[in-house]
T-cell receptor, first 113, second 114 residues
Framework: KQEVTQIPAALSVPEGENLVLNCSFT??????LQWFRQDPGKGLTSLLL?????REQTSGRLNASLDKSSGRSTLYIAASQPGDSATYLC????????????FGKGTSLLVTP | EPEVTQTPSHQVTQMGQEVILRCVPI?????FYWYRQILGQKVEFLVS????????KSEIFDDQFSVERPDGSNFTLKIRSTKLEDSAMYFC????????????FGEGSRLTVL
C-alpha cells in the first residue's frame, strides 16, 4: 500500500528565505505526483503536476523535482512571501491505486514579515 | 477560469439523517471524484466516477455512501444515515483524463454531524 510522508510537518521562516519541502513515497510505480496548496478551511489548489517520466516542473517561484526511483519529491519555494503561508500537500497517483491520489499529511508553512 | 463548485459550503445535521452534497465539475472533464478530510488528518480518497459508473472506491465508501450524476452537470454524494464520524470536509474533484491529467478540487463542503 502506498504511503506518502511529508517532512517537515511544520515550518516557520522569515520573509525572503528560499525553502524546501520534502515528500517521500513507498511505491515508485506511479503515474504522476502533484503538489497542492491548502489555505485554512479552504479547498486544494493545484500548484504543479510532475509526470513519472519528468524530473522537474517550474511555475514562477515554485520548482518541484521528482526522483521516482528513490521515491522522493521536493518543492522548492524561492524568495518566500507572507502570502505563501499555507499547508502544502503532496499527492501521488499510483499505477496500483486505480487513478486515486494518495496524499501526505502536508507541511504547514508560516512565512513571517 | 473554470472551476469546480460545491454546495452547500457547510451543513449541520443530526446523526441518522440523510445528507446530499452537490458538485458541479468543470464542464469538459470526464472523471469525477469525492475525497474527504477529517479535521487534522490527511485527505482521503472515497470514490471515482467515469462514464456514469463508479470506477474505483475505497474501503471508507461503504453501503451508506452513494454517488450519482443525475443530469450531466451535477455530481452528488449521498450519505444515507450519517454517523458522528462522518463529520469532515468533503471535496469534489474532476479532471479531463487520468494518469496525466491535473486534478482540480472544489472549495469543499463541511459536514458536521451532531
Amino acid at each position: 500500500k502506498q504511503e506518502v510522508t511529508q517532512i517537515p510537518a511544520a515550518l516557520s521562516v522569515p520573509e525572503g528565505e528560499n525553502l524546501v519541502l520534502n515528500c517521500s513515497f513507498t511505491d515508485s510505480a506511479i503515474y504522476n505526483l502533484q503538489w497542492f496548496r491548502q489555505d485554512p478551511g479552504k479547498g486544494l489548489t493545484s500548484l504543479l503536476l510532475i509526470q513519472s517520466s519528468q524530473r522537474e516542473q517550474t511555475s514562477g517561484r515554485l520548482n518541484a523535482s521528482l526522483d521516482k526511483s528513490s521515491g522522493r519529491s521536493t518543492l522548492y519555494i524561492a524568495a518566500s512571501q507572507p502570502g505563501d503561508s499555507a499547508t502544502y500537500l503532496c499527492a501521488v497517483e499510483g499505477l496500483n491505486s486505480g487513478y486515486a491520489l494518495n496524499f501526505g499529511k502536508g507541511t504547514s508553512l508560516l512565512v513571517t514579515p | 477560469e473554470p472551476e469546480v463548485t460545491q454546495t452547500p459550503s457547510h451543513q449541520v445535521t443530526q446523526m441518522g439523517q440523510e445528507v446530499i452534497l452537490r458538485c458541479v465539475p468543470i464542464s469538459n472533464h470526464l472523471y469525477f471524484y469525492w475525497y474527504r478530510q477529517i479535521l487534522g488528518q490527511k485527505v482521503e480518497f472515497l470514490v471515482s466516477f467515469y462514464n456514469n459508473e463508479i470506477s474505483e472506491k475505497s474501503e471508507i465508501f461503504d453501503d451508506q455512501f452513494s454517488v450519482e450524476r443525475p443530469d450531466g452537470s451535477n455530481f452528488t454524494l449521498k450519505i444515507r444515515s450519517t454517523k458522528l464520524e462522518d463529520s469532515a470536509m468533503y471535496f469534489c474533484a474532476s479532471r479531463r483524463r487520468v494518469g496525466t491529467g491535473e486534478l482540480f478540487f472544489g472549495e469543499g463542503s463541511r459536514l458536521t454531524v451532531l
